[in-house]
């Protein structure tokens, strides 16, 4: 018997979930709000929940890392509205069991239900608590747990892994992760930058040479694919591979045997192999720049890494890591971090990701000298103006004044008449006793849910426009909404 909770805000779907839930033996909890499923979820361990993404207080799927850190470690199969492929993909992403699509089918939806609760029981009779070899990987969210199951599993198949991901998202750590949780841990994990690979000797650097093949080849010498043998073979940005080369490769790991420059006999090399790039394969064969068998050979398990904005809750042991590293190495000594510095750090963006933030933590221990603690005069420009900007939008937009030469309402420019303008909302009345900061957070509170009130209609609730346009974060945004009662919808 598993304990199931239910997170949606239609009450007749809570219900006949439940009645499902109950009739296969299980016990079941509902919540009609994110506040309220989050609470439940916290307050006792469940196996499995099911999550509405669209409540009156905000998306689901801002709250499933937390879900997935909750007592239980439950399975949470995410409820989507039909043809929502992009909210579907990244609840997988973010380490969801599974999704079903509104309406709900009742037999489409026990289905994964069944099979989420039999994950668990397998599980608890197992009792695999074996620990995934991690090194230099920090972050314990929800996602950094099932990205670092995947890696687990992939290390055991033996199959064939491309990692994908932004630049500075940590490929190679992750490769190595894959190979030190593998049975081939104990051989050599051989690194082949492709983008650094010369056409002319691509080739020779790749299968090796016998002596005299070429000019200047006055011994003969292995090739990586060779010094791989009996481990794994790591390509670097695979998507700089010469497309010259790219036929000779697939032929290789289909046979695992390759001839050397020069020479008349194949040799063979039992080696596994994991690629990455950050460019986008799919894209590239579709422009005739990338083989699609050879596509299709080198992902046979997936692995796409989050880019560090979206587990931005691992910074703090990101940093930690970075610093224990750093003062081992003895260029800088171990210091304290002020609470703003770490805030600061948190709130970046990042687009340079983990490899950006090292650099950052490198620069402001520069910065700091000999003092003990980082504060946030330490950090770069780029990184205090963007805590600025976020403090001001959190603390709420401030009038902008019209400037003096602006055409009167309703003018454009020669005194054309295009329509009226958008009616401001008028500033609420202040009695003469009220306080100035009074008035002005009425006026200002006016303002706001007249702009997020448009600004929803114009963009259809779509929470990414909303925030790229008003210049706030996803949390600010819908604390915003809740504040005066606006809906998505």
Not at 248 to 261: C, G, K, N, Q, S
Request: charged fraction near 25%; hydrophobic fraction near 40%; charge should be neutral.
């Amino acid at each position: 018997m598993a304990n199931v909770l239910i997170i949606d805000d239609d009450h007749m779907v809570r219900e006949m979930l439940c009645d499902m839930v109950q009739e296969q033996g299980h016990r079941c909890a509902m919540a009609g709000s994110l506040a309220q499923g989050l609470a439940e979820a916290e307050a006792r361990p469940y196996d499995v929940v099911f999550q509405d993404v669209y409540l009156p207080d905000g998306t689901g799927l801002d709250i499933l890392p937390r879900l997935l850190d909750s007592p239980g470690r439950p399975e949470v199969i995410v409820i989507t509205g039909a043809g929502d492929a992009q909210v579907a993909e990244r609840a997988m992403r973010e380490g969801a069991w599974d999704f079903v699509a509104k309406p709900l089918d009742l037999a489409a939806v026990s289905a994964p239900l069944a099979r989420a609760v039999r994950y668990r029981e397998d599980k608890r009779a197992r009792r695999d608590d074996r620990t995934i070899l991690r090194k230099g990987i920090a972050g314990s969210s929800g996602l950094m747990r099932a990205l670092m199951h995947t890696v687990a599993l992939a290390g055991e198949s033996g199959a064939s892994v491309l990692i994908t991901g932004e630049t500075g998202t940590g490929k190679e750590l992750f490769a190595r992760a894959i190979h030190a949780n593998s049975p081939r841990a104990a051989q050599p994990f051989v690194v082949v930058d492709c983008a650094s690979l010369p056409e002319t000797l691509v080739e020779s650097i790749l299968f090796g040479h016998v002596k005299g093949a070429f000019t200047g080849a006055d011994k003969a010498r292995e090739g990586l694919v060779a010094l791989a043998h009996g481990g794994t073979l790591f390509l670097d940005e695979v998507g700089e591979l010469p497309f010259s080369m790219q036929r000779a490769f697939l032929r290789v790991l289909e046979d695992r045997t390759f001839r050397p420059v020069g020479s008349k006999t194949e040799q063979s090399s039992d080696f596994r192999l994991v690629a990455a790039t950050n460019r986008q394969l799919e894209a590239m064969v579709e422009r005739g720049e990338f083989r699609k068998d050879l596509l299709f050979r080198i992902r046979s398990f997936s692995i796409e890494l989050p880019a560090l904005r979206e587990r931005s809750e691992d910074i703090p042991e990101i940093v930690a890591l970075h610093m224990e590293k750093l003062a081992a190495g003895g260029r800088f000594g171990r210091k304290d971090f002020s609470p703003e510095f770490m805030e600061a750090l948190t709130a970046y963006p990042w687009p340079g990701n983990v490899r950006e933030l090292v650099q950052c933590l490198e620069r402001s221990l520069a910065a700091a000298g000999p003092e003990s603690v980082l504060y946030l005069k330490h950090l770069p420009d780029e990184v205090r103006v963007s805590y600025a900007r976020t403090l001001v939008n959190r603390d709420g937009p401030s009038l902008p004044l019209a400037p003096a030469s602006a055409p009167a309402p309703g003018l454009g420019r020669g005194g054309a008449q295009p329509g009226p303008a958008p009616a401001a909302p008028a500033p609420p009345q202040a009695d003469a006793d009220g306080s100035w900061a009074d008035y002005r957070e009425a006026v200002v509170g006016a303002a706001e849910r007249e702009y997020f009130s448009r600004l929803l209609r114009r963009t259809g609730g779509d929470v990414r426009r909303c925030c790229a346009e008003a210049g706030v974060s996803r949390a600010r945004l819908y604390q915003i909404l809740q504040k005066h009662g606006l809906s998505r919808r």
